[in-house]
């Protein structure tokens, strides 16, 4: 366990040398405080395209403060996803072809140490990411739209981390045993594959991963009382991080370290 935190140190301070603990969050707040901004203002922007027939700008209606807020949140599931998917494709991928994964493994710390301080260096930036985008996406949304309950707010903003970080968890899977690229792009096609799927069959995928987001969405628009208890969703996500966490590990330790 302390070469475990011995490595997630070293990776924190990586980070933070990237200045990727500084960008990313700037990029999930500026997410977040777009949509309701641009929401807000739609009918000056309307209004300033003067191709716009008069009916359009008549019939508009300001959307409620639970749908801009869900909007905001659906942001992250396409940029914000791919700007953490491009962060993470590096982590294991790198560092088994510039040699210093077998640098590290040959010092007493394990493949599963190894992985999760990695895993765990993933999860630290997605939570303050997300973190500050949520509450950027709230304060403007309270101050133009309306107010939200904050109870509902952290409910949904928890079920779109799990999201993200199962996709995370794919990227971290595949860098163990492929290149950046192809580790990115596999897990960014896995996680749309989920997604599709949910939509077209929702009945049929409900219990997947993939439904957390539309699990977030009705949180916000209707209410904890509507949505219910659906713990399947959760639990199939946190068995796929696990499988995932898991099957990176077993790769680090089985496949021979490239020189």
């Known amino acids: 366990m302390r070469n475990t935190w011995i490595v997630y140190q070293k990776e924190m301070l990586e980070t933070a040398r990237t200045y990727k603990l500084i960008w990313i969050p700037v990029v999930f707040i500026l997410l977040g405080a777009m949509q309701p901004i641009i929401t807000y203002y739609m009918p000056e922007i309307l209004q300033a395209a003067n191709n716009v027939p008069q009916g359009?700008?008549?019939g508009y209606v300001m959307p409620g403060a639970g749908t801009v807020m869900s909007q905001a949140l659906g942001q992250y599931s396409t940029i914000g996803i791919l700007v953490l998917v491009l962060v993470a494709m590096n982590s294991l991928s790198g560092e088994r072809y510039n040699g210093s994964a077998e640098l590290v493994l040959s010092k007493p710390v394990s493949p599963a140490g190894f992985v999760i301080a990695k895993w765990a260096g993933l999860f630290t930036i997605?939570?303050?990411a997300l973190g500050l985008g949520v509450a950027s996406a709230l304060y403007y949304t309270e101050q133009l739209i309306g107010s939200l309950p904050w109870m509902d707010v952290v409910a949904a903003a928890a079920l779109y981390g799990i999201w993200l970080l199962c996709a995370l968890s794919l990227t971290l899977l595949f860098s163990a045993f492929l290149r950046a690229p192809a580790a990115a792009f596999l897990s960014l096609l896995s996680s749309a594959g989920m997604a599709l799927a949910d939509s077209l069959m929702p009945s049929?995928?409900?219990?997947?991963?993939?439904?957390?987001?539309g699990l977030s969405a009705r949180l916000l628009s209707e209410g904890r009382e509507a949505v219910g208890v659906n713990l399947s969703p959760c639990?199939?996500?946190?068995l796929l991080i696990l499988f995932c966490v898991a099957g990176a590990s077993t790769l680090m330790g089985r496949n021979k370290l490239p020189k």
């Open 235 to 238: 639990l199939s996500a946190a």
């Open 126 to 128: 997605l939570f303050l």
């Open 204 to 213: 049929w995928f409900q219990w997947t991963p993939a439904a957390l987001p």
């Open 56 to 58: 359009i700008l008549e």
